[in-house]
């Protein structure tokens, strides 16, 4: 009976080009954790590092002709959905997807996403088109960025709030963005350029 149940729930993913749920489980062997083998849904076309947690319904999509990587020590939680269908999405190491849900799609022709390491991708933000995210960098909020650049910097724990990496929070809409180090956009609709503030507009400096 549990091989007939491992049957009927491996064909579907192998005709999508899932791993298998024996497969998934198999990820631990470098260290990855799957809370949920059942609810996860993996390309086999994944590139897959070291120590990643992957909390339920966790999407990894990746087309034959697209790349999908993802380094050592990210976090997923719930509600992750990475989907390279007609580029490439290359994320680092140590960072957080959610809690709150993330969406990343590189669904058109020239998309390709980068994220570096160590950022925080929040509350249900969305990234497509041609971005890059920086090491550091932050999303917090239900915002969905189209073609942006963050520049990265120092993580969000920094004493200099102007040395952090850049920041999106709020939500709305970012389009073709480019922030530097210490800079911080909080939008409600529409994230736009001339609102950009130096991070310690919201979070001063600890004086020593």
Same mark, same amino acid.
């Given at each position: ?94 960072? =957080? ?40 960098? =932050? ?43 210490? =800079? ?14 130096? =991070? ?9």
């Amino acid at each position: 009976m549990r091989l007939e149940l491992l049957a009927a729930l491996d064909a579907p993913r192998r005709s999508a080009g899932l791993l298998t749920v024996t497969e998934v489980l198999a990820l631990a062997d470098t260290g990855n954790v799957i809370y949920d083998p059942f609810s996860v849904l993996i390309s086999r076309h994944l590139k897959l590092g070291e120590g990643n947690v992957l909390y339920p319904c966790v999407t990894l999509t990746c087309a034959p002709t697209a790349e999908l990587r993802l380094g050592n020590r990210n976090v997923l939680h719930t509600g992750t959905l990475l989907a390279a269908e007609t580029g490439a999405i290359l994320v680092g190491d140590g960072n =957080q997807f959610g809690e709150g849900g993330f969406t990343a799609k590189a669904n058109r022709p020239g998309a390709c996403i980068r994220i570096g390491d160590g950022g925080r991708y929040l509350g249900g933000a969305s990234v497509f088109g041609e971005c890059s995210l920086g090491s550091g960098t =932050q999303l917090l909020g239900a915002i969905t960025v189209d073609s942006c650049k963050l520049a990265a910097g120092a993580p969000f724990s920094d004493a200099d709030p102007d040395a952090r990496a850049a920041v999106l929070k709020g939500s709305g809409t970012a389009r073709g963005l480019v922030l530097e180090v210490g =800079q911080v956009i909080l939008g409600n609709g529409v994230f736009r350029a001339e609102d950009v503030k130096p =991070q310690a507009f919201y979070h001063p400096k600890v004086k020593s």
